[in-house]
């Protein structure tokens, strides 16, 4: 299970047909769906099910604020030198997302479902990801800038990873909204 930040569709169709441009002709890589777009917050690997509304009630809690406003920033290969994954950077000028997650990451740990990461939360969308058989892929291509326009990260969705050989499913396990 994982907590994300769902992007409004706006933003998630506008990044996907971005992304899919700068991927075009990659066999090695297998973009990310449209539909799977989002800000993961916290990870919490395998819970449960009969935990889930627990879960969502410790996570949305705290989750009373405003929306986080992201803007979309650089492609970042991870790790740098072997890609496994390419992913875009997200600028979140006030902080709001990463004061909700740490919020949100305290809180589901004083219901011990989540060990808190020591590295700094970092907002980040996955674009795609390197399919297993590839070794060593290039870069990718020098692109222009992604969409500009920011946007409000409103919906909190708690999901449920479903792993398929062509990529996992993300099955949504209980939704709030944040203020705008």
Request: net charge positive.
């Amino acid at each position: 299970m994982f907590v994300a930040l769902d992007l409004p569709a706006r933003a998630r169709s506008e990044l996907a047909a971005w992304r899919d441009a700068l991927v075009e002709g990659r066999h090695d890589l297998r973009p990310v769906a449209p539909e799977a777009l989002h800000v993961t917050l916290v990870f919490l690997g395998w819970q449960d099910e009969a935990a889930a509304e627990a879960i969502a009630q410790a996570a949305f809690g705290v989750a009373a604020g405003q929306a986080p406003v992201l803007r979309a920033g650089a492609v970042k290969p991870l790790p740098p030198r072997d890609p496994r994954l390419f992913a875009l950077d997200l600028e979140d000028e006030d902080g709001r997302s990463s004061a909700l997650q740490g919020d949100m990451s305290r809180a589901l740990a004083d219901g011990c479902w989540y060990r808190p990461e020591k590295r700094p939360f970092w907002p980040h969308v996955t674009l795609a990801r390197v399919k297993r058989r590839e070794r060593r892929v290039p870069g990718l291509p020098a692109a222009p800038p992604p969409p500009a326009q920011p946007f409000p990260a409103t919906e909190l969705t708690l999901y449920r990873s479903v792993l398929r050989p062509q990529g996992a499913l993300y099955e949504p396990l209980a939704r709030a909204t944040l203020g705008i």
